[in-house]
Antibody, heavy 120, light 113 residues
Framework: EVQLLESGGGLVQPGGSLRLSCAAS????????MGWVRQAPGKGLEWVSR????????KYADSVKGRFTISRDNSQNTLYLQMNSLRAEDTAIYYC?????????????WGQGTLVTVSS | DIVMTQSPDSLAVSLGERATINCKSS????????????LAWYQQKPGQPPKLLIS???TRESGVPDRFSGSGSGTDFTLTISSLQAEDVAVYYC?????????FGQGTELEIK
């Protein structure tokens, strides 16, 4: 059974940093692209970033480019999102999601999400 | 970026009746080399993550009831629930995965009339 478990969310002041983690199990982690999708309170879904299975290719939404860094440790089956220079508008539930195959495929599994609140 | 626009924003349908949600993309998500539409539909119930219902515009995921169907091509797509059940109350999103950045529609809230 595929499981994705996010952690690392919390309350942070504007300008601060957080690192989110996503522990994956139930599939061959290194074989799949992974991504982060966020959802502001009461709002819709926004794709944030993706990383290839090997970790050598990444992409970002313009809204986070230069501030967020996606990475993965295939030996630990873990996906990360380093978030720096956080802004109030980054407040959201952050979901870790597995692409069904390569990065040009839909997300077939999602974690339960971790809440990030940026506020003073 | 490809803009995805869903209609309506909200929808109330009686139990057992048909529900139809539309999704329009600002450019075609049909890849001519393989004749596939890079379009998915997700269902999100309150307090839960999204769940993939349909990929490639019309391929139902394993375990998804056959009352859910997807259709359309190019820029215009439809999600149809043939006979609404109480457990179908949710927000539904379309998403294009044709090109980064992946983009979602704004969501359609489906409720029971």
């Amino acid at each position: 059974e595929v499981q994705l478990l996010e952690s690392g969310g919390g309350l942070v002041q504007p300008g601060g940093s957080l690192r989110l983690s996503c522990a994956a199990s139930g599939f061959t982690f290194r074989s799949y692209a992974m991504g982060w999708v966020r959802q502001a309170p009461g709002k819709g879904l926004e794709w944030v970033s993706r990383i290839s299975g090997s970790g050598d290719t990444t992409k970002y939404a313009d809204s986070v480019k230069g501030r967020f860094t996606i990475s993965r440790d295939n030996s630990q089956n873990t996906l990360y999102l380093q978030m720096n220079s956080l802004r109030a508008e980054d407040t959201a539930i952050y979901y870790c999601a597995k692409y069904s195959a390569g990065p040009d495929t839909p997300f077939d599994y999602w974690g339960q999400g971790t809440l990030v609140t940026v506020s003073s | 970026d490809i803009v995805m626009t869903q209609s309506p924003d909200s929808l109330a349908v009686s139990l057992g009746e048909r529900a139809t949600i539309n999704c329009k993309s600002s450019r075609s998500v049909l890849y001519s080399s393989n004749n596939k539409n890079y379009l998915a539909w997700y269902q999100q119930k309150p307090g839960q993550p999204p769940k993939l219902l349909i990929s490639w515009a019309s391929t139902r995921e394993s375990g998804v009831p056959d009352r859910f169907s997807g259709s359309g091509s190019g820029t215009d797509f439809t999600l149809t629930i043939s006979s609404l059940q109480a457990e179908d109350v949710a927000v539904y999103y379309c998403q294009q995965y044709y090109i980064a950045p992946l983009t979602f529609g704004q969501g359609t809230e489906l409720e029971i009339k």
